[in-house]
């Protein structure tokens, strides 16, 4: 790790250049960390903003001297006492104080769009380990690049906001005053995912938690158990450690009376499965029955709590345990309530927010926008019963033709897919939003969705789409024209006819849409109102009567599209995004939300609870 940190020091332009790859792709999952021996490591840090990465390079980009490098394992006080002539152009352990996890915004207002580069740290005793047990660092999300040092040595670094990664430091790690000093960059990369411009605040910082984990030599990296389509309770369990291979491995069920057992394959992977019992309740949005499931290694045991469903197909229809389903959904960014979010996601946070989907809207359907959201939320999901669309964020313009993006956005498929899969609630991964249509971008769409068959073949594949139109004797008709189509379970159209059209609001409900052969949702449909603002006489955009017409209308005209199986309206609450400036209306704000930033319902709110009222009523809505 030290001549890989010289070279990365020593390189123009450090942080760009950080390999960007291996973390991610080959560090451990960890799955269920939460659930591990070790310590959180949330709480009070101390942070140094470094606009010019003077801790990552000297003046003429050489290796940046004594004095600068901010992970040094030094008490810059006592130096500097003890050697008075010593220069310290920082003193991380007397920098500000900051909670985290939190986006940086949350510790000083005035650091809303510093894109950068921005050191935390903080001093922790640990555990003493025990004779063959492993130490590592786990960080459920950094947005965007991390490095992390341990007592003044680099243990690793990793790229992509979203995804957790895992250092091990069973070798670095001390019993007391261990120091830890992460550098994150937001700086947003033009090869990067997302993309520099999207539609939401970037809010660098570390986001989620991160926790100090304490594993056997050999542990249980990850155990997926499903219900099979044909009926049998299925587990793929992977063991990491210098025992992984033919280790006796046991998933327990005891409220089953289950027992899926076997022995590793040389890789350290075993694949098992029994018949699922009769007395099987299965999660659905009415019933989120979970099972708590032992998994037991060697020396390892961890637990989780497991919902088992099954998710298809047929035709137009999405099925939920073998039955037809039509998703009551909303769209949802990763942004508590409040008037200053700062992406502080508890689980508190996430009740919140999905109470107001499941409880407010009566919905049983979420789409997590646009980047997989907090591990509490979708474990929240799991326990109130809703169905969770997780995506990641290849959005708009990502730089389809390069390589090194397309492995990024793999590796993050693939952690996204590893953290989650034992998430009833998640039915659909994404692989994309609204992007172009060229050869390069089909090329890299059809790669992730490959990606998704291989990892995961109980659930559907599905990317939010954009609509093509066409006029037929003066009816328009919608359709998507995309051959990513071909390849995806659901098909998802973003539509924004009425708002970002000329189209008057009363034209919607005789708009027609193409007949489709698989299911179709409308992953998008939403209208900006500022809360509170009425204006009927004139029903101009941002009023709370122009949104709620809107709805009215779109509903209408989705009402009679029949293959129509689902929908998650653009969106819960209204969210931050530098790209929405008037001043009167938005101020740094999308206000498409149905509810305020801090939860007040707008009216176009109780039209889409009207709607999904009646259609769990189970009656067909017809609209006006
Ligand atoms: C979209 C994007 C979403 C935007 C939304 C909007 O199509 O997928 O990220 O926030 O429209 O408000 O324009």
Redesign the pocket.
């Known amino acids: 790790m030290e001549t890989r940190l010289k070279a990365l020091i020593g390189a123009a332009c450090a942080l760009t250049l950080l390999a960007p790859l291996g973390a991610s792709a080959s560090s451990p999952t960890l799955t269920r960390a939460d659930n591990r021996d070790g310590q959180d490591l949330s709480g009070t840090w101390r942070y140094s903003v470094d606009p010019y990465r003077d801790g990552l390079a000297g003046f003429h980009r050489g290796p940046p001297g004594e004095g600068h490098r901010r992970y040094d394992d030094v008490d810059v006080d006592a130096v500097t006492r003890a050697k008075p002539n010593a220069l310290y152009e920082y003193d991380m352990d007397r920098s500000p104080t900051a909670t985290l996890p939190q986006g940086w915004v949350g510790h000083d207002p005035s650091l809303r769009y510093y894109q950068g580069l921005m050191w935390y740290e903080r001093r922790f005793d640990a555990p003493a380990l025990k004779p063959g047990q492993r130490a590592f660092l786990r960080f459920e999300a950094v947005n965007y690049t991390a490095k992390v040092f341990l007592n003044g040595k680099s243990v690793g670094e990793h790229e992509g906001g979203f995804t957790p990664f895992s250092l091990e430091v069973t070798e670095t790690l001390r019993a007391s005053n261990n120091q830890i000093t992460v550098g994150v960059d937001s700086t947003p990369q033009a090869d990067g995912v997302p993309p520099p411009v ?3 605040e970037n809010y660098g910082g570390v986001t989620r938690p991160m926790r100090l984990v304490i594993t056997p030599g050999t542990f249980v990296d990850e155990a997926w158990v499903r219900l099979t389509k044909d009926g049998k309770i299925a587990a793929t369990v992977k063991l990491d450690g210098a025992q992984a291979a033919n280790q006796e491995v046991h998933v327990r069920i005891a409220e089953l009376g289950l027992d899926v057992s076997g022995k590793t394959d040389a890789g350290g992977v075993l694949n098992a499965s029994i018949a699922a019992p009769k007395s099987l309740v299965r999660w659905s949005p009415e019933k989120p029955k979970l099972y708590d499931v032992v998994v037991q290694a060697g020396e390892d045991r961890l637990t989780d709590r497991v919902g088992l469903r099954t998710i298809e197909t047929r035709g137009s229809q999405i099925l939920l345990n073998g039955k037809p389903i039509f998703l009551r959904g909303i769209s949802v960014h990763e942004e508590e309530f409040g008037d200053n979010p700062a992406r502080t996601i508890t689980e508190a946070g996430a009740r919140a927010l999905l109470a107001e989907v499941k409880e407010g809207l009566h919905g049983n359907f979420v789409r997590l ?2 980047y997989p959201h907090s591990e509490i939320t979708t474990r929240v999901a799991d326990e109130m019963g809703l169905l969770v669309w997780s995506e990641i964020p290849v ?1 708009w313009l990502v730089d389809f033709g390069n390589p090194r993006t397309l492995e990024l956005a793999r590796g993050m498929l693939a952690d996204n897919i590893r953290r989650d899969r034992n998430r009833a609630s998640i039915i659909m991964w994404s692989v994309a ?2 992007t172009p249509i060229t050869d390069p971008r089909n090329t890299f769409l059809y790669q992730l969705v490959d990606d998704v068959r291989a990892l995961d073949d109980s659930r559907l594949v599905t990317a ?1 789409l954009l609509t093509a139109r066409k006029t037929n004797n003066g009816v328009v008709e919608m359709g998507l024209n995309d051959p990513l189509a071909d390849k995806l379970d659901v098909l998802a159209a ?1 539509t ?1 006819n009425g708002w ?1 059209t000329d189209d008057t609001l009363d034209s919607l409900p005789a708009m027609t849409w193409k007949a489709t052969d698989k299911p179709m949702v409308f992953s ?1 449909f ?1 209208a900006d109102a500022l809360s509170g603002f009425s204006d009927p006489a004139l029903m101009r955009k941002f009023s709370e009567d122009f949104q709620k017409k809107y709805y009215e209308k779109t509903l209408a005209m989705a009402a009679k599209v029949p293959t129509l199986a689902g929908m998650s309206p ?2 819960l609450k209204d969210f931050r ?1 530098p790209r929405r400036q008037n001043p009167i209306y938005q101020q740094g704000w ?1 206000r ?1 939300g149905l509810v305020s930033p801090t939860g007040r319902r707008k009216p176009a709110f109780f039209v889409l609870q009207g709607f999904y009222k009646q259609k769990e009523a189970g009656q067909k809505v017809d609209g006006k």
């Open positions: 999207t539609d939401w926008a646009h959005y939003n609204e939010a973003n924004y970002y998008e939403g653009w969106i995004s999308n498409k």
